[in-house]
Nanobody, 126 residues
Framework: QVQLVESGGGLVQAGGSLRLSCAAS????????MGWFRQAPGKEREFVGAISWRGDITYYAVSVKGRFTISRYNAKNTVYLQMNRLMPEDAAVYYC???????????????????WGQGTQVTVSS
């Protein structure tokens, strides 16, 4: 079973950048699709973006498209979320997740992901 650990969150001013990491252990994630989600206080968890298991396809929520970039470095068993031009509404706990099996298509639906990290807090000051 895979364990996912997010890191890289923190406090940043509006307009700033952060890079979140999602490090996997227990098994390789090199052939697993990965997703990023976030949840702000009082709100439902929402899709941020996803990357295919090959790493050749990424897609994003409209709210972050053009500002956020997902990448993966399989040699380190890690997926990244680069967040630029952060806005106060980006503040949330960010989670990474993996598909339940290898070679699966990634989606924007949280229920399609089987394993989740504990989350990392991102705070954006205005």
């Amino acid at each position: 079973q895979v364990q996912l650990v997010e890191s890289g969150g923190g406090l940043v001013q509006a307009g700033g950048s952060l890079r979140l990491s999602c490090a996997a252990s227990g098994r390789t994630i090199s052939n697993y699709g990965m997703g990023w989600f976030r949840q702000a206080p009082g709100k439902e968890r929402e899709f941020v973006g996803a990357i295919s298991w090959r790493g050749d396809i990424t897609y994003y929520a409209v709210s972050v498209k053009g500002r956020f970039t997902i990448s993966r470095y399989n040699a380190k068993n890690t997926v990244y979320l680069q967040m630029n031009r952060l806005m106060p509404e980006d503040a949330a706990v960010y989670y990474c997740a993996t598909t339940p099996g290898p070679y699966r298509t990634t989606t924007a639906a949280a229920e399609e992901y089987a394993y989740w990290g504990q989350g990392t807090q991102v705070t954006v000051s205005s």
